[in-house]
């Protein structure tokens, strides 16, 4: 059923009206899915009125087409609605443009991004969501909220730490948005944090070990999105994050540090994604079902160190739950104070250990 823009529903006696935006996604078709089987209500939103029908029939949901790059279009789709859970990647194109719809409408934001420079973005519209009175919380999927959960956990248990180093290994493969994402940075090159500035690095600049089941696990430095968010969430100075990677994969990507340039080109970067497109399909079910991933924390400081390695279920798993989690949240209460908001910092550190499947494994 398609839906007809409301007037905004903010007063106590009405219920919050929110919207997933990207809902025929990989990722937002499963967030959907989830939350018509809770009976939340989404309306579902996104570019491609077609496949908005369809699903929207399927989950018997409402649904409103717009697109992201006319402000009247974001402003007019968004009327009504209370908040945003936006899941349309890649988020350096989408997530700026439904930020603003979102600031001139009063409307939260969530979205399930893991990009530095979204984060960066939404970070720097602090001041302008606390006079609008709205959150703005990006990240709240496997992009980042397990890491930087356990990051905010490390810190309040150790709070003498001056240095955060964070890992993971994933299973399942990526989905169309996330492998999107990855080639764009690709000639982007990598990011660490040192004395509190983000610094660019090569990409793999730094390797090392990570320890599980006994077995050693190859990991190279990404730019992951904690480079940025765990800082606001710590405070923590020198951040590096990794994933593990086999010999082979380091070695190739560390081969691509030459093409940097190249990588970088419109072009290029326009063939890369096609490619993608037609190859890239994400986990199926039982994929997602069989799957973990794995998380390393370590903390240093003061000639001491703390490691702590937590377990969840696949990264796609995880988004559903962790995102739908925080909606619940918002739905069920009243709305925290306006302003940017890193996942531990909107739910506290030990929310991810709330979800199904996660858990400390490692010394604590």
């Known amino acids: 059923m398609s839906d007809e823009p409301e007037q905004p529903s903010q007063r106590e ?3 919050m009206q929110w919207m997933i935006y990207g809902a025929t996604g990989y990722t937002g078709r ?15 939103a996104g570019r491609n009125e077609a496949a908005l029908r369809v699903l929207a029939d399927e989950l018997g949901l409402r649904w409103r087409q717009f697109p992201l790059d006319l ?9 009504g609605i209370d908040l945003v859970l936006h899941c349309a990647g890649p988020f350096s194109a989408t997530s700026a443009p439904m930020l603003e719809g979102c600031l001139a409408r009063r409307t939260h934001y969530l979205d399930i991004t893991g990009e530095i420079d979204v984060f960066a973005h939404c970070h720097a519209q602090h001041a302008r969501a606390q006079e609008a009175g709205i959150v703005v919380a990006p990240g709240v999927g496997f992009d980042v909220v397990p890491s930087d959960c356990l990051a905010a956990q490390l810190h309040r248990d150790n709070p003498w730490a001056t240095s955060l180093v964070l890992a993971f290994e994933g299973g399942g493969g990526f989905s169309p948005g ?67 990677a086999s ?15 190249l990588l970088r080109m419109q072009v290029v970067q326009r063939w890369l994604k096609r490619r993608v497109e037609r190859s890239v399909k994400g986990p199926d079910a039982r994929t997602r079902a069989d799957t973990q991933a794995h998380f390393w924390g370590e903390v240093r400081g003061n000639g001491r160190a703390q490691v702590r390695r937590m377990v969840t279920p696949n990264g796609y798993a995880l988004t559903v739950d962790a ?23 909107l739910m506290g550190p030990d929310y991810v250990l709330e979800l199904p499947g996660v858990a400390i494994v490692g010394p604590v």
Do not use: H
Request: proline share 9%.
């Open 13 to 15: 006696d009405f219920p």
């Open 30 to 44: 499963l967030i959907a899915a989830e939350a018509a089987r809770r009976g939340l209500q989404p309306v579902l």
């Open 71 to 79: 402000p009247t279009a974001v402003e007019e789709g968004l009327r």
């Open 178 to 244: 996330t492998a999107k994402t990855s080639v764009e940075g690709l000639g982007s090159g990598g990011r660490v944090r040192e004395n509190g500035e983000l610094k660019r690095v090569p990409l793999a600049w730094k390797t090392r070990t990570f320890t599980r089941d006994g077995a050693d696990r190859m990991a190279m430095t990404i730019p992951w999105g904690d480079v940025y968010t765990a800082y606001v969430s710590t405070g923590i100075p020198d951040i590096e994050v990794y994933t593990t």
């Open 247 to 261: 010999p082979k994969s380091i070695a190739r990507i560390r081969r691509l540090r030459m093409l940097g340039p």
């Open 323 to 345: 995102s739908l989690g925080i909606v619940q949240c918002f739905l069920d209460n009243p709305a925290p104070p306006g302003g940017y908001y890193t996942p531990s910092q």
